[in-house]
């Protein structure tokens, strides 16, 4: 992995007039330019979702994938054999606020124990911001649950974003980044974070599949969390090189090159 990478960098800092500009640019801005892409690529995906949504021009795509989950002959009946609903309405609880409270909490208390105190108040911050984030807009958007089947279980807000695709997304990547950056090696760097964006996709398929969410606000939710998570550790990067946030060289274990644990 780390030889293709390499290859794959030489190869464009071969090109004529990009080459030069990319072999200036040191790693930790290469990573920063990246995690600021996908910021902005987020938050795009969410006004374009959210502008579908309010225009109500995705109300057909929804109401085709929910009725895919179904049984033809009884909507009530989702697709799939007992165990699977049961199972999903378990994987859907990782989403659940009192989870991620819970996962958030004791993430705090390990980064406040390892002497990274700063990182660990980052890490409420991103959290509790997303939290009041999804909350503002579901109240503005004030989009009504699916009517469309049943649910699978209680609901007690509005439709869209998911709070647990969104939130899923905010907790799940951003503790998935930190614990890559403690790693050396490429691929246990690639496996935290595929981890990481795994769980967020199976807590949004979750609610689709329970029929408490239409698809599109578990879209919006993925956008805008993945955006709001890059966007905090954008802040955290920017923290770093100025000395307000502990580096990866203060990480027990990791050498004091300072380079990112992202690249």
């Known amino acids: 992995m780390r030889s293709l990478i390499r290859r794959g960098r030489s190869r464009l800092e071969a090109l004529p007039v990009l080459g030069p500009l990319l072999a200036s640019v040191s790693a930790m801005e290469r990573v920063t ?14 006004v374009k979702v959210a502008d579908e949504v309010m225009e109500g021009d995705a109300g057909a795509l929804d109401r085709s994938i929910l009725l895919a989950l179904r049984n033809p ?6 697709l799939g054999p007992p165990w699977l609903e049961e199972t999903m309405r378990d994987l859907t609880a990782l989403g659940g606020t009192a989870v991620l409270t819970l996962i958030t909490l004791l993430a705090m208390v390990f980064l406040l124990m390892i002497r990274r105190q700063h990182t660990a108040w980052l890490v409420g911050f991103s959290v509790a911001g997303g939290t009041l984030l999804s909350q503002a807009l579901k109240w503005g958007f004030d989009r009504p649950r699916p009517d469309l089947v049943p649910h699978g279980m209680s609901v007690y807000s509005q439709s869209f974003p998911s709070g647990h695709a969104m939130l899923s997304a905010v907790v799940y990547l951003t503790l998935g980044a930190l614990l890559a950056r403690t790693q050396p090696r490429t691929r246990v760097k690639v496996f935290l974070l595929g981890a990481a964006a795994a769980l967020t996709v199976i807590v949004g398929i979750s609610r689709i599949y329970l029929g408490v969410h239409w698809p599109t606000d578990v879209l919006g939710g993925w956008a805008l969390g993945a955006a709001w998570a890059a966007g905090c550790w954008l802040v955290m990067l920017w923290l770093q090189r100025r000395g307000g946030v502990e580096g990866e060289r203060d990480v027990p274990g990791n050498g004091a090159n300072g380079e990112s644990g992202l690249g």
Do not use: N
């Open 33 to 46: 330019l990246a995690v600021l892409g996908f910021t902005a690529l987020g938050f795009y995906v969410f």
């Open 73 to 78: 002959a009884d909507p009530s009946d989702p």
